[in-house]
């Protein structure tokens, strides 16, 4: 029993963060964190990595990360992905986290073993100054998903539609 402390301490201080305190409080209650996190800081450290997109296609075509392969999250098929090596470093991200979440799962019970997903989605990649492109290059739009959703969105120009 005197390691349970510990456990938690370490659970707390793994656990990611974002900018917005509100909008952090609205990602610990929303997300199931049942995949590991990564953060805008550590994705765009990273080297040899898969990003994959899970939002509609309209929203990926206004903006996505650079590199970034849409994958969509509706009518996602997994087998759209069999070209990826199942020990390749992936990371998921969506709008805010929970559609990329819920692949990430899926990409885990399918035997991937090396998936992540971008806390604070493409919002918070947007937020800490991190660059998105669309097929004309770099661009400042991003699609906001709603006006409700779209708050959390703090840089860039929102596009709804």
């Not at 390691?3 to 659970?11: K, S, Y």
């Not at 656990?15 to 409080?25: C, E, I, R, T």
């Not at 805010?96 to 997903?117: D, M």
């Not at 669309?134 to 906001?144: C, F, I, Y």
Request: net charge positive; with cysteine; aromatic share 10%.
């Amino acid at each position: 029993m005197m390691f349970l402390p510990c456990i938690i301490h370490v659970q707390k201080t793994l656990a990611q963060k974002v900018g917005n305190k509100s909008y952090d409080v609205l990602l610990q209650s929303l997300l199931k964190h049942t995949v590991p996190e990564v953060s805008t800081q550590q994705v765009a450290a990273m080297n040899n990595v898969v990003l994959l997109d899970a939002r509609k296609k309209s929203e990926f075509d206004v903006s996505h990360l650079k590199g970034a392969r849409w994958i969509g999250y509706t009518n996602f098929d997994i087998t759209n992905i069999s070209d990826i090596n199942k020990k390749q470093p992936i990371v998921i991200y969506c709008s805010v986290g929970f559609r990329s979440e819920k692949i990430a799962e899926r990409l885990q019970q399918a035997g991937f073993k090396n998936v992540s997903n971008l806390y604070g989605g493409i919002f918070e990649w947007v937020n800490n100054g991190f660059e998105v492109v669309n097929t004309s290059g770099k661009t400042l739009n991003v699609h906001a998903f709603n006006r409700i959703w779209g708050m959390w969105l703090q840089k860039g120009n929102k596009v709804y539609h």
